[in-house]
């Protein structure tokens, strides 16, 4: 879903240039967060988790 809207954000539409810069560091984010909580969980799935804060950041980050 992420990388669809990244997708229409770069297309030609005519919304506002404040609009598109607000959604696209949104997006940004938002897929940075997604390949975060991914990093976590790959490296949960290796090693025992530190601590239920860790696990609450995966979910977080992935679900966000």
Request: net charge negative.
């Amino acid at each position: 879903m992420l990388g669809r809207v990244s997708e229409l954000l770069y297309k030609e539409y005519n919304f506002p240039t404040p609009f598109l810069k607000s959604a696209r560091e949104n997006i940004h984010s938002m897929i940075e967060e997604v390949i975060l909580g991914q990093m976590i969980d790959v490296d949960l799935s290796v090693s025992p988790p530190e601590s239920l804060e860790m696990i609450s950041k995966k979910n977080l980050y992935k679900t966000a």
